[in-house]
């Protein structure tokens, strides 16, 4: 899992899931135009697509070559693709006028995003395991990863 689809699903990922995060939780929400909510989560459910795209032949490959790692790779899939689609339902509510349903949907989608670290972290830990590095320290580095480029991408959409 060190390819560089991979370090482009972790990138995407973590921008999507921390830009949820942001979008759905900071006090944003409803004091900005309706339109800034709608682009913003589009891009993020793009990035949330992106994401589970880059991760589909290397985590095959991984299951190839470890066949103890399927349950992990399964998860980590399954999550991508719910925030993915979650992201996704939620802006399509949000373009009809269904705010509390997009909200709400945007909440479950990044309670995916979130879960999806879990499998992430377990399969760096076991797959690389470089440095010590175990399960929890993979979390954390990837919510700091998600808290800064999630940060980064809700600005950038904000102040243009």
Known sequence: MDVPAVVLAIVLAE???????????APTWGAVRHGYEILL??????MAWGASA????PLETTVERSPELAGPAQQLETAV??????????VVALAVRA?????????AATAAGLASF???????AERLGEGGAGIASGIVELVAGAFLLGAIWDGMVLGH
């Open 15 to 25: 921008t999507a899931v921390g830009g949820l995060v942001f979008l759905w939780f």
């Open 41 to 46: 989560g589009s891009t993020l459910a793009l």
């Open 54 to 57: 880059s991760l589909r032949v």
């Open 81 to 90: 693709f719910a925030t993915a689609v979650l992201a996704t339902a939620s």
């Open 99 to 107: 705010a509390g349903i997009g909200r709400w949907t945007g909440v």
């Open 118 to 124: 879990v499998p992430f972290a377990i399969l760096r």
